[in-house]
T-cell receptor, first 115, second 115 residues
Framework: DQQVKQNSPSLSVQEGRISILNCDYTNSMFDYFLWYKKYPAEGPTFLISISSIKDKNEDGRFTVFLNKSAKHLSLHIVPSQPGDSAVYFCAASNAGGTSYGKLTFGQGTILTVHP | ETGVTQSPTHLIKTRGQQVTLRCSSQSGHNTVSWYQQALGQGPQFIFQYYREEENGRGNFPPRFSGLQFPNYSSELNVNALELDDSALYLC??????????????FGPGTRLTVT
């Protein structure tokens, strides 16, 4: 039962262009969403998050959009840089519930930014 | 500020053996979560410890157990190792004022190989 899905295993983008990574979820109890970036041989690094009471959150080059009715979120990176090349994980949590801060992760999308 | 550290980095064990993995949480964090990441998948929640008590468990059998110590460091123990236990084991720490805390900070992981 994959409650968080990242349907694109990989994405290739030219430096300077926009990268859009997508994520879908099925559990309507999720109320907090996060994006993590992971380089080889390192643990996931927290990137940006959004609460379900918002539909957009920005942090520098990174913007996360949440569409609750579609149970869909996306991460936009503008402009993309070669150093952004990594695996990106979408994660969801029921922060106000009894799931004890459990994060449910998608399978990840490998982003490659070409110079 | 010290980040999350894990030991050992790599480990090779034989089926049926037992293993203990260790994690030191980020300074000031009182909650530790453990995740298993199989190759090509996203991390899967094993369990969480808050103030030395187990505070939620994922879909893992009882042979996966843990401890949290007064200094908030933690251990993950796996008994009767199976080949499918081969994975990257990630520890994440967070500050849980309530038992749940969604912004979790990950260590580099321990790569366990079971032969």
């Amino acid at each position: 039962d994959q409650q968080v899905k990242q349907n694109s295993p990989s994405l290739s983008v030219q430096e300077g262009r926009i990268s859009i990574l997508n994520c879908d979820y099925t559990n309507s109890m999720f109320d907090y969403f996060l994006w993590y970036k992971k380089y080889p041989a390192e643990g996931p690094t927290f990137l940006i998050s959004i609460s379900s009471i918002k539909d957009k959150n920005e942090d520098g080059r990174f913007t996360v959009f949440l569409n609750k009715s579609a149970k869909h979120l996306s991460l936009h990176i503008v402009p993309s840089q070669p150093g952004d090349s990594a695996v990106y994980f979408c994660a969801a949590s029921n922060a106000g519930g009894t799931s004890y801060g459990k994060l449910t992760f998608g399978q990840g999308t490998i982003l490659t930014v070409h110079p | 500020e010290t980040g999350v550290t894990q030991s050992p980095t790599h480990l090779i064990k034989t089926r049926g053996q037992q293993v203990t993995l260790r994690c030191s949480s980020q300074s000031g964090h009182n909650t530790v979560s453990w995740y298993q990441q199989a190759l090509g998948q996203g991390p899967q929640f094993i369990f969480q410890y808050y103030r030395e008590e187990e505070n939620g468990r994922g879909n893992f059998p009882p042979r996966f157990s843990g401890l949290q110590f007064p200094n908030y460091s933690s251990e993950l123990n796996v008994n009767a190792l199976e080949l499918d236990d081969s994975a990257l084991y990630l520890c994440a720490s967070s500050l849980g004022g309530l038992p749940s805390s969604y912004e979790q900070y990950f260590g580099p992981g321990t790569r366990l190989t079971v032969t």
